[in-house]
């Protein structure tokens, strides 16, 4: 091939990655998929960050465990930081869309109120398994959200576990996707897609088993966790489900 043809399709690859020759309003809004791609992450961060913090929460001897609201919001920023390369307390400041700015926050006050309103079973003493988790601490923070700014935020799996996770139509394509041992499990790659005529955009986050998952979804399927769920027979690495957001579009 001539390097004049070589260098035409380059072009046109490029282009097309870029979405410059889809119709205006199939092309992504990049500030929402930006915006969308950050709430999923920061969601996930609270997860994580209530995970770390389990064995403390369900130590039976102690009953203060001093795990109050601010001290949650520094290791949730600490760990949003790490992974999606933000400074939350210099948000003012930081690249991101003004979206974002507006809604970030609202998710970090939705995610303290959570752990706020669980401090009397969190400083029970005399009990270990609190039932509060990762999971029952991201449908509580979601729902708050919602009810917040209006903006569609949970996590789904298929099938669910808590029936208020019940993916939808849209969902269950992307779930189904993911699950796909070719989709990647590094990187926090996410899908998004423009819905309703142009209307609304949609983000969602896959969540693979780690190890520390397992006890509760792994494996033998069908034996009860210590929640009281039947086990899911998961293995490391496999989808174990998402974080779906949807956003407004003008
Ligand atoms: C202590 C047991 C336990 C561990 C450990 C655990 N989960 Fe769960 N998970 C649950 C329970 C219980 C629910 C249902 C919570 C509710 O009622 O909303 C759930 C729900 C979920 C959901 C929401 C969808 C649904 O089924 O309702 C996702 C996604 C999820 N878990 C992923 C994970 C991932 C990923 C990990 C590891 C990073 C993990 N879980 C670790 C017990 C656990």
Request: glycine fraction near 10%; hydrophobic fraction near 40%.
């Amino acid at each position: 091939m001539s390097s004049a043809k070589a260098i035409v399709i380059a072009f046109v690859t490029v282009f097309l990655a870029d979405g410059l020759l889809l119709p205006p309003k199939a092309r992504a809004n990049p500030d929402a998929v930006e915006t969308g791609r950050l709430l999923a992450i920061l969601l996930d961060a609270g997860r994580v960050t209530i995970g770390a913090n389990q064995s403390l929460i369900n130590d039976p001897e102690k009953g203060n465990k001093g795990f109050t609201p601010e001290v949650f919001e520094k290791q949730v920023i600490a760990k949003f930081t790490e992974r999606a390369n933000v400074d939350l307390v210099n948000l003012k400041n930081e690249k991101v869309p003004d979206l974002a700015k507006k809604l970030l926050p609202a998710l970090i006050e939705a995610e303290k109120q959570v752990v706020a309103n669980n401090q009397i079973v969190i400083n029970k003493q005399g009990v270990g398994f609190k039932g509060f988790i990762p999971a029952t601490f991201g449908t509580q923070a979601a729902s708050k959200f919602r009810d917040k700014t209006g903006v569609y935020l949970k996590q789904t799996m298929n099938p669910p576990r808590n029936p208020k996770n019940t993916p939808d139509e849209f969902e269950l394509k992307v779930l189904k996707a993911f699950a796909d041992p070719s989709y990647p499990r590094q990187g926090e790659k996410i899908v998004s897609e423009t819905v309703d005529g142009g209307k609304a955009l949609r983000v969602m986050l896959p969540l693979f088993y780690l190890k520390g998952c397992l006890s509760c979804h792994g494996e033998p399927k069908g034996e009860k966790d210590i929640s009281g769920y039947m086990k899911e027979g998961g293995k490391e690495g496999d989808l174990g489900g998402a974080i779906s957001v949807k956003i407004p579009l003008k």
